[in-house]
């Protein structure tokens, strides 16, 4: 029962600490970012955040298509961060000066825990018996295994084609499916729950990230974010999580 | 007795904040565009399997929710008021709650799905799915509705034909059934109507695959990744449709209270 109260009074003293830390910023940075890059800007923010008082981050995620679309209808963004160039190349009118690629990503398989399915390769997914979850072609990563499967002459027949990469892992990680096509960091940040097997020659087509200041933003702030996440800092981060540097 | 004036400028801003988005949809759409975009392949197999599945779960509410309504409406019994409110959790339930509950059920590790699947059976990613996931979100609009018109309709009528001799069977068949029948008519529109809207759970559950699973409000999300305007057009056909139905139900509504 002490331990208890003493516990609260601890997360207590914990919040208002946390509450008072700092004075408060007089502006804030806007960033939206594919939801792939929940972790790393996470820190890369927190680093930002360190290093310009005066700045508060406000960290928006979500699909790159969603955010795209919301900049396109005038959402307050300052900041945009993609997960593949096309999607960038749609907001090209609001973008100030040139998207840099700060990251890439490749696509992998994932199966259930000790692959019991002994898949090796992306040519085994074409067995009908296997329950095979990919992207749509629509975004990013359907693109992705699209072009992929052509290149390597393989025909996938996916028994469902999700909107999100996240929905993906969801339905192998639940057991529903044999197998997924997922981005490498989604299947580092599974962890145990997949397991993970390489498709030989994926890393010769990878997604490419690119990150850029808007138009409508403060725009010393916002170039100094995409410094935070092109810099050395900032790319160890990415490396940290499983994103390939361009 | 007239409600005092003023009510009216809320009301407006009620109406407003139900119709502008609407507006808001329809000026958006193309009418140039739209047979080009209604008429893709992808958006026809969506419209197809949307009317198919929203039908069978149509029926199947129509089949197990008559039964319920009934006797919730009817018989006396321990548990009655708990169990009603089991039924309805559905109409308040987050529909990606839906979703996983039957994905914990009906998955191919769920509670029940793992025994159906060590028999051949595999619900995943099927048309079964998404006829399973309307059901369940729509159901409880077929019960609701039934149970009030029946409650609504007072006993004498069944109690006259019992005394004239008619059995339990013969009462609801003859007497009670064709009573109730437009309040079962606007339940089964409503249940419909909500099928056809399902997608959390569908999403969650069913997956998207294109004639399959992949039903309107699905095609409309997916679409609206590589083209909105076939995304609006698409949801352009839900609304008018929707509009429909709640249009077919709220003309049975206004009739007369029966005075029983």
């Known amino acids: 029962m002490r331990s208890g109260v003493t516990a609260a009074l601890v997360v207590t003293a914990l919040v208002l600490t946390a509450c008072s830390s700092g004075p408060d910023p007089e502006q804030t940075l806007r960033v939206g970012a594919a939801a792939s890059l929940q972790e790393p800007f996470e820190e890369i923010a927190e680093n930002y955040e360190a290093e310009h008082r005066h700045v508060g981050v406000e960290l928006q995620f979500a699909g790159s298509s969603d955010l795209a679309a919301q900049i396109s209808n005038g959402a307050e963004i300052d900041v945009f961060a993609s997960a593949d160039e096309e999607t960038m190349e749609r907001v090209s009118a609001d973008v100030a000066g040139e998207p840099t690629v700060f990251a890439t990503n490749t696509l992998t398989i994932v199966t259930e825990p000790g692959n019991p399915r002994g898949i090796s390769g992306l040519g085994d997914l074409e067995d009908d018996t296997l329950d095979v979850v990919t992207c749509a072609p629509q975004v990013p990563c359907g693109r992705a295994a699209e072009d992929l499967a052509r290149a390597r002459g393989v025909t996938l027949t996916p028994v469902s084609e999700e909107s999100r990469v996240t929905d993906v892992l969801a339905k192998v990680t639940s057991g529903e499916a044999d197998a997924g096509l997922v981005y490498v960091t989604d299947a580092a940040g599974a962890g145990q729950d997949v397991a993970t097997v390489p498709i030989r020659g994926a890393d010769a087509q990878p997604n490419r990230y690119p990150i850029a200041a808007l138009t409508s933003a403060p725009s010393d702030e916002a170039q100094a974010f995409v410094d935070a996440v092109t810099d050395a800092r900032g790319q160890r981060i990415l490396d940290d999580h499983g994103f390939g540097l361009p | ?260």
Do not use: K
């Open chain 2, 1 to 260: 007795m007239r409600p005092p004036g003023w009510l009216w400028v809320p009301a407006a801003g009620a109406v407003l904040l139900v119709v502008v988005p609407l507006l808001g949809l329809v000026a958006e759409v193309e009418p140039g565009r739209l047979p080009e975009l209604l008429t893709t392949q992808a958006s026809i197999d969506a419209l197809l399997l949307s009317l198919r599945t929203a039908s069978a779960a149509t029926v199947v509410s129509l089949l197990l929710g008559t039964p319920l309504a009934l006797l919730l409406a009817r018989g006396r019994w321990p548990g009655q008021s708990l169990l009603r409110a089991l039924v309805l959790v559905p109409l308040v339930l987050p529909p990606v709650v839906g979703g996983l509950a039957l994905l914990l059920t009906f998955g191919r590790r769920g509670l029940l799905g793992q025994h159906l699947e060590a028999a051949g059976l595999s619900i995943s990613f099927s048309t079964t799915a998404v006829v399973l996931a309307q059901s369940f979100v729509a159901l409880p609009f077929l019960v609701l509705s039934l149970e009030g018109a029946v409650r609504g309709l007072g006993r004498r009528h069944e109690e006259v034909a019992a005394t004239l001799g008619a059995g339990p069977w013969r009462r609801l068949t003859r007497v009670t059934l064709p009573l109730v029948a437009p309040g079962l008519i606007s339940g089964c529109v409503l249940a419909f109507a909500r099928a056809l809207g399902e997608f959390g759970a569908t999403l969650t559950f069913a997956g998207s695959a294109q004639g399959r699973t992949r039903t309107l409000p699905l095609e409309i999300y997916l679409q609206r990744e590589s083209d909105p305007d076939a995304a609006v057009a698409l949801a352009l056909v839900l609304v008018v449709l929707a509009t429909g139905i709640v249009g077919t139900v709220y003309a049975r509504t206004i009739r007369p209270e029966p005075t029983a």
